[in-house]
């Protein structure tokens, strides 16, 4: 079993809707938690950070974080076209800048 | 602007070959990694250092190596390429904010293609 598991999807929505996006993980150690957004053959870039358990908003963006049930969650609220990408979760463990752990990443694509 | 850039953004090669990808950032991050991503894998770490002279290996570092003479570069070598190697390969670097807090910035890429 992977230490991070990602519904690769695709997943596809129409525009406006609200969009759920989760990974899960089998690491306890793991308490610094992470979505990144990827266009296709970009780099990924941060979108949301997050320490420990609870949430956390960023205009359309709310990410949330389940330490008790070891279960992260990314919501698009109003979702646009322009948000059609590949969402990845990522994680770690310690306080340093250690390498991270990644989710296999989720295609989403919003419909107009 | 400072920036995050790896060459060649594109690069074939042949089985056996030695090949070097270039990561150059303009930040002055200390921190830097190389991952790469595969389909059905996500990313995965090779390689990361915490500043000059310092290197360490990462999940997937067999047949790799990097070596960091100065701040801005942290080369990643394949010292004899094979097909299991072609991946697309991510460049990143970070700062040591304190708190966990160090975001990694990510590079554009470069896909290589071992024949």
């Known amino acids: 079993q992977k230490e991070v598991e990602q519904d690769p999807g695709p997943l596809s929505v129409p525009e406006g809707a609200i969009v759920s996006l989760n990974c899960t993980y089998s690491?306890?150690?793991?308490?610094?938690f992470m979505w990144y957004r990827q266009y296709s053959r970009k780099g990924p870039e941060l979108l949301m950070y997050t320490y420990s358990s609870g949430n956390k908003e960023d205009g359309r963006f709310t990410a949330q974080v389940d330490k008790s049930s070891k279960y992260i969650s990314l919501f698009i609220r109003d979702s646009q076209p322009s948000d059609s990408a590949t969402y990845l979760c990522a994680m770690k463990s310690g306080g340093g800048a250690d390498g991270l752990t990644f989710g296999k990443g989720t295609h989403l694509i919003i419909q107009p | 602007d400072a920036e995050i850039t790896q060459s060649p953004r594109h690069k074939i090669t042949e089985t056996g070959r030695q090949v070097t990808l270039a990561c150059h950032q303009t930040w002055n991050h200390n921190n830097m990694f190389w991952y790469r991503q595969d389909l059905g894998h996500g990313l995965r770490l090779i390689h990361y250092s915490y500043g000059v002279q310092d290197t360490n290996k990462g999940e997937v570092s067999d047949g790799y190596s990097v070596s960091r003479s100065n701040t801005e570069d942290l080369p990643l070598t394949l010292e004899s390429a094979a097909s299991s190697q072609t991946s697309v390969y991510f460049c990143?670097?970070?700062?040591?904010?304190?708190?966990?807090?160090?975001?990694?910035?990510f590079g554009p890429g470069t896909r290589l293609t071992v024949l």
């Open positions: 990143a670097s970070s700062v040591s904010a304190g708190g966990g807090t160090d975001t990694q910035y």
């Open positions: 690491n306890s150690a793991f308490q610094y």
